[in-house]
């Protein structure tokens, strides 16, 4: 084994230290890279895991003890602007839109007090509200 050494790397003489020593620098340079291959590995499957259940979280629907659908957080942040103003949340019926219009147009109708300019907004909410969920409807 010496010689082969010597004829590696010339004519330099490696003692039982140096020997070791370049084996076990060897060893590393194959085994780590390997360690690290297969903590890759661990890491993905890990990952492949956690969006699994993601998923089967977002296709499922949860409900409360009342029986009222919960709806994710990523739901209610892109419910649009027309159905947040009448206080509803997105997946909503034409029948529960017009039933917020009717109580926000009571308090802010301007005969009976309200504000004039957001009597007029709130119409325009509704109007647009009352075309969205049309659409949805014509889609389904």
């Known amino acids: 084994m010496l010689r082969t050494f010597t004829l590696l790397f010339g004519s330099q003489q490696f003692d039982a230290f ?11 340079v194959v085994v780590l890279p390997v360690i690290g291959y297969w903590l890759t590995i661990i890491d993905i499957r890990a990952y492949m895991r956690a969006l699994k259940g993601m998923l089967v979280k977002v296709t499922n629907r949860f409900y409360d003890e009342s029986g009222k659908e ?8 892109h419910t649009p602007p027309c159905i947040t103003a009448l206080g509803l949340s997105w997946p909503c019926t034409e029948q529960e839109i017009k039933d ?3 109580k926000l147009a009571e308090k802010n109708h301007p005969d009976l007090g309200g504000d004039r300019q957001r009597f007029l907004a709130l119409q325009t909410h509704f109007e647009q509200a009352i075309q969205l969920v049309q ?4 889609q389904n």
């Open 18 to 28: 140096g020997i070791a020593y370049i084996v076990l620098l060897g060893v590393a």
């Open 100 to 102: 917020a219009y009717r």
């Open 135 to 138: 659409q949805a409807e014509q």
């Open 70 to 77: 919960i709806l994710p957080d990523w739901v209610l942040r």
